[in-house]
């Protein structure tokens, strides 16, 4: 569900932002308030979860998301619809923050990778499903039944969750939340990320931006200090002095950047560059997540008897070789042209995730799963916020720089090519794990 709606919600951006009249840089936010809201409160709600149990913390999330879903597809203006997204975000950051959790407890060490591959499936299917089915419903009815799609889908998982997830006995109910932490915690990335997604808009010197980022560096500095002198820190800070576990969180971010920036540009291209329908770009873009749904179980499957390091490393080379691909589209470039670099992009990423995310669980101890797949999910979602407020600033940049009829073709070539870039650093430090 959360999948599926993430891929929905980057497929109406071109249409959202003609419906509601307004500009890019306002129309971007219903894709990165849904990401900033989501990574500044995931490590909170992975730390409820190992201190209250994980499956409550879960059910609660589906509420609230299916909540904000509802009040999304009746937004009446843009202003609406992401004050909207953000609730729709707050549940998501209780799903993702505890849904890792609940696998890795649930399965022993030699099929974890299976597991959290079979998760990846669900997740891809979600993200094949989100195009093709947001383009129809935009096409039939209007943007606004996205969004209420999610309500019966996540009717049938609250029911789901609550029926068939196990009870679960939690070692840290005696441990006080550390309400500084959570606090300076999402203060700092907050600002981070407000910073790096509207430093082209604001302009990267000026003071409101430099401002927040000095901020973001201050407030992160001392949630450090308040961590490692906490008797029950927010973080446990020790996670990082695992390698293994660095590793897997830094490349985890370079792959989302990669990720987003493809989903992020690809329909503005297609939409408004080609003149594709939103249907039409739906059924093009499931070429990647179609791949990503075969790949991803059986990387996960074979990481359990190899380990991550080989098939992490290759799925990030493999992402670059798909960027440098698709750097190369033209506004006459065929759909074969344009299916099969994304389809060796799904393959990248299938290859990549499933490994990086069970080696990161299980590098943690069990009674961190909640705070583990708290920093794996904010790795992820700081990863997206970085994918997208990077692609919309050099997009914005050159066409700014240079407009005409093959400005946006060149953003979005400039685009990929710096994506490529961060993936092949993404390779080198998972070859390092």
Not at 122 to 144: E, I
Not at 190 to 212: D, I, R
Not at 286 to 313: C, E, K, N, W, Y
Request: hydrophobic share 55%; net charge positive; proline share 4%.
């Amino acid at each position: 569900m959360s999948a599926l709606d993430t891929s929905v919600a980057n497929i109406i951006l071109p249409v959202v932002r003609e419906g509601f009249n307004t500009n890019l840089a306002t129309v971007e936010w219903v894709v990165t308030i849904y990401l900033i809201v989501v990574s500044g409160w995931l490590l909170t709600f992975g730390r409820l979860g190992d201190m209250f149990g994980n499956k409550p913390l879960y059910l609660i999330g589906f509420g609230i998301f299916i909540l904000g879903s509802l009040l999304s597809g009746f937004a009446p203006n843009i202003y609406a619809l992401i004050v909207f997204r953000a609730v729709q975000a707050l549940g998501a950051a209780m799903l993702f923050a505890n849904s890792p959790a609940i696998l890795t407890k649930n399965f022993a060490p030699e099929q974890r990778g299976q597991a959290l591959g079979l998760q990846g499936t669900m997740t891809y299917l979600g993200l094949t499903v989100g195009p093709s089915l947001g383009g129809w419903l935009t096409a039939q009815f209007s943007w606004h039944a996205v969004f209420f799609i999610n309500v019966p889908i996540g009717l049938l998982g609250l029911v789901m969750a609550a029926r068939f997830i196990p009870r679960e006995t939690t070692t840290a109910r005696k441990e006080r939340f550390d309400t500084v932490g959570a606090l300076l915690f999402t203060g700092g990335i907050v600002a981070l990320l407000l910073a790096l997604n509207q430093g082209a808009e604001w302009s990267w010197t000026a003071p409101l931006t430099l401002g927040l980022f000095v901020g973001a560096v201050l407030i992160f500095a001392i949630f450090i200090v308040v961590e490692q002198r906490s008797a029950f820190p927010m973080v446990d800070l020790t996670l990082f002095r695992s390698r293994l576990f660095s590793a897997s969180a830094a490349t985890a971010v370079a792959n989302y950047i990669c990720l987003y920036a493809i989903i992020f540009l690809l329909p503005f291209y297609l939409i408004q560059g080609r003149g594709y329908s939103a249907q039409e770009t739906g059924l093009i873009l499931t070429a990647q997540p179609l791949v990503m749904v075969f790949a991803a179980p059986l990387s996960g499957t074979l990481s359990d008897r190899i380990g991550s390091r080989i098939l992490a490393t290759l799925g990030m080379g493999i992402l670059a070789g798909g960027l440098i691909w698709l750097a190369q589209l033209t506004p006459s470039s065929s759909v074969a042209e344009i299916v099969m670099p994304l389809a060796v992009v799904g393959l990248g990423t299938g290859i990549f995730v499933s490994p990086n995310n069970s080696a990161l669980m299980g590098s943690a101890p069990r009674q961190r799963q909640g705070i583990a797949a708290g920093i794996l999910a904010t790795a992820r979602n700081v990863g997206m916020v970085l994918g997208v407020g990077l692609a919309g600033a050099v997009f914005s940049t050159v066409q700014n720089a240079a407009p005409g009829p093959y400005a946006l073709y060149q953003g979005i070539a400039i685009s990929f090519i710096i994506a490529a870039g961060i993936a092949v650093v993404g390779a080198l430090m998972s070859a390092v794990r």
